[in-house]
């Protein structure tokens, strides 16, 4: 049997999570679905310090449990899935997910978006102890250190010129001899004291998993085969991100990259919104994404409340005219 909501929210990052609070304290009984990764990515995240409130900072995954138990406080519904499928052509709105069929008058999406690995067992295994995809979340924990940074566009030597506010030593390591990253990006770096630059090559192996720490990295450099050992304290994956938007290719606006295109969290399908990374390709912080998440519901409900607050007149225009 289908279950029949007000508003449905996919996704239980910082986005979800605070757009579930607001739901459910204007009383919308909200239902999060939450896919596989409850949480979002702050679940990988150790040390959260610019999350306000936390004098001493928060362990991400212990943020998000808070958040959770205060959406659950107020009536919010949570299903530990995956949305499989969404038909947005026309409201109520449909969601499928393995085991239910949700039908939904509003659908707030904040899927989120992934940043893009290596694909290697260490990389995976120091996540959050060294190994990082953030360095405005992160940079701080990396005072007078020795880092990498991975990538050649503007996003990573962006976050390369930033973590030389901390760090004593940061070097770029690229595969390809010359960088994709726009000429000023580029000219920047280079003329940046603290950035060193290893090109030609490729992370073959991060050290040291036997520690839960990184203490080296292993490089391969591509054109010689030739493998050097570096002692670093910490890498910065910045090889891009993709959004989670696979379910709605078709049915809502998307940018060239993949992101939802909203007006502020309006979509292109009325009765739809979007908050969080899934529609963010600037900012992709926690707080920006719960702010996003805040208005999508307020959106929501305001939504919901117009066309009510009109249905009894509508109703009625109907009888008269049927009645005439």
Not at 147 to 158: H, I, K, N, S
Not at 267 to 288: C, K, M, N
């Amino acid at each position: 049997m289908a279950i029949r909501k007000k508003l449905t929210i996919l996704g239980s990052g910082s986005a979800g999570l605070t757009a579930a609070i607001y739901a459910a304290r204007a009383n919308l009984e909200p239902l999060v679905i939450q896919g596989l990764q409850a949480g979002g990515q702050l679940t990988i995240t150790t040390d959260v310090e610019n999350f306000p409130g936390f004098t001493d900072g928060i362990q991400g995954p212990q943020l998000m449990e808070q958040m959770q138990k205060q959406a659950e406080r107020f009536g919010t519904q949570f299903i530990y899935d995956n949305a499989d499928s969404v038909d947005l052509s026309k409201r109520p709105f449909i969601v499928r997910t393995s085991h239910e069929e949700i039908i939904t008058d509003t659908l707030i999406v904040c899927t989120g978006a992934s940043a893009k690995l290596l694909g290697i067992e260490s990389e995976t295994k120091l996540m959050g102890h060294g190994v990082s995809a953030c360095a405005t979340c992160d940079g701080f924990f990396f005072k007078d250190k020795e880092v990498f940074v991975v990538g050649g566009g503007d996003t990573a030597l962006e976050e390369a010129v930033f973590l030389t506010r901390f760090a004593k030593q940061v070097t770029v390591v690229h595969r390809r001899d010359a960088f994709r990253a726009s000429a000023i990006m580029v000219n920047r770096a280079k003329q940046n004291s603290k950035v060193k630059f290893i090109l030609d090559s490729v992370i073959e192996e991060i050290e040291d998993i036997s520690k839960g720490e990184v203490t080296g990295v292993k490089l391969r450099n591509i054109k010689t085969n030739q493998i050097t050992q570096h002692k670093i304290d910490g890498i910065f994956i910045a090889i891009g991100h993709k959004p989670n938007t696979d379910l709605f290719q078709g049915q809502l606006e998307l940018t060239e990259t993949g992101y939802i295109v909203t007006q502020g969290v309006k979509t292109s399908v009325p009765g739809v919104f979007a908050a969080g990374d899934v529609q963010d390709e600037l900012y992709r912080q926690a707080i920006t994404a719960a702010g996003s998440g805040c208005a999508a519901a307020l959106e929501a409900q305001w939504l919901l409340e117009s066309e009510e607050s009109h249905a009894p007149a509508d109703k009625k225009k109907v009888e008269k005219q049927v009645v005439g």
